[in-house]
């Protein structure tokens, strides 16, 4: 017996929870997978499809019918049978509108309206089920309803009560701890009024981009965030889940981006697809390997003269290339996380500088030592220390700058930053050292 059937023998459907389902189905081999996925409850086939890497989507809707997965996908969130429903479109379009032909109206309804956002806008990510209540209710009454709505297993992971008036426009919004302490016999509006400004809600709109609205979420510490549309009407709500999800991903291009890689590309089964992505990167860094070299080239005759340089200068690229990596970085991962304003350009740069600078000196001592030592010539342990010091200060420099110079220009700051900052360091690198070396020792 499998770890998945024990599980599920374990646990009353209750019980079962779509991750854990997923995390037994990852560890088993390609055979085992394909008899345990029969396994999965009819009911949770959408949402353990959803908790799956992307690969495991398709194994996953072809061993149930079209009917059996409709059933499970009008279990789940608005947002989420969205998801399941594009992703079912790029794997079968034929059943994905079998699936979609089979949903209640409403749901398809709501599929429809989230369907026509970009991936990059806050409507994309919302759920359109919230629960909200007018101001000329009484806190009795609310309380009764929200409460009935809980039973019945309508209404989930809700903390925070959405206020509207008569034409469904959002007025406020009330922590259901503050609801508790209002007055039960009177309206919401008799209890707000009191404090109005206490109760005016964080919003998003629809159209905003998905960033700005992980941005409140950090700044105002929320568990969910009413959207509107341009007249503050209220279409719906993100919660925290969304946006963990949207912090996964986006830490996910982030990582990829860096290495040249894409994140589309490497979740795909199509080895040429992701070989082919990582093969335009390696040809453009192999284009500014050959600017390195020429660099080199340049440096022949003084290479030729003094043969201790060939063997010293992979150290200077080599320290070049780590100190520009960690400015790199660690000003991609601030500017991802909104951590450098518009006008902190000048303090990000210099930071970096500095800090390169200074373990450039130190490091431009203990290699200049060694080198003296090591090929008995005191003037060439000048010439890397010197070196050094010149590398790691343009490594500070173009780690910081070139990625706020990308995000300027509304580039991903993530995208290319690599192959470009090594491009530098590198010809830098070799440029000062056998340059200095043709000064000095020739």
Aim: proline share 2%.
């Amino acid at each position: 017996m499998d770890k998945l059937t024990q599980y599920l023998n374990a646990h009353s459907h209750d019980e079962l929870h779509p991750s854990e389902i997923a995390n037994l189905l990852k560890d088993l081999n390609e055979k085992s997978f394909d008899e345990a996925v029969q396994a999965i409850p009819k009911e949770l086939i959408a949402d353990v499809a959803l908790e799956l890497p992307d690969r495991y989507f398709e194994d996953v809707v072809e061993s149930f019918t079209p009917e059996e997965i409709a059933e499970s996908v009008s279990e789940l969130e608005s947002d989420d049978q969205t998801d399941f429903i594009q992703e079912l479109e790029e794997v079968d379009t034929n059943i994905a509108k079998e699936v979609f032909d089979q949903l209640d109206k409403e749901d398809q309804k709501d599929i429809l309206q989230l369907k026509q956002y970009d991936e990059n806008e806050a409507g994309a990510y919302m759920q359109v089920e919230v629960y909200t209540a007018k101001l000329d209710q009484t806190v009795n009454d609310v309380i009764k309803e929200f409460a009935e709505l809980r039973r019945k297993d309508e209404l989930e992971n809700v903390n925070y009560l959405f206020v509207t008036d008569k034409k469904n426009i959002l007025r406020y919004g009330v922590g259901l701890d503050n609801l508790l302490v209002f007055d039960f016999d009177k309206t919401l509006q008799e209890n707000i009024e009191k404090n109005p400004e206490k109760y005016k809600p964080v919003v998003g709109h629809d159209h905003d981009d998905i960033k700005e609205v992980v941005k409140k979420f950090h700044e105002y510490d929320l568990n969910s965030m009413p959207i509107v549309d341009d007249y503050d009407v209220l279409l719906g709500r993100i919660t925290s889940d969304d946006i963990y999800d949207v912090i996964s991903e986006h830490a996910t291009d982030q990582m990829y981006n860096l290495a040249g890689v894409s994140d589309d590309a490497e979740e795909d089964d199509d080895l040429f697809k992701a070989g082919k992505a990582r093969a335009i990167w390696l040809g453009i860094n192999l284009i500014t390997a050959i600017a390195a070299s020429l660099v080199i080239g340049i440096f022949e005759g003084t290479i030729q003269s003094y043969v201790a340089l060939a063997v010293l200068m992979p150290i200077v690229a080599s320290m070049g290339g780590n100190a520009g990596t960690q400015s790199l970085t660690v000003v991609v991962r601030q500017l991802a996380l909104g951590e450098i304003a518009k006008n902190d350009a000048y303090r990000t740069i210099k930071k970096e500088v500095i800090l390169s600078l200074v373990n450039g000196f130190i490091f431009a001592i203990i290699i200049g030592i060694i080198a003296a030592l090591w090929f008995d010539k005191g003037m060439l342990g000048v010439v890397i220390a010197l070196s050094m010091v010149i590398n790691l200060f343009s490594a500070g420099f173009f780690g910081s700058m070139i990625p706020l110079l990308l995000k300027k220009f509304n580039i991903d700051p993530a995208i290319g930053s690599t192959v470009i900052l090594t491009t530098i360091t590198d010809v830098v690198g070799f440029f000062s050292f056998l340059g200095l070396a043709t000064l000095i020792l020739l």
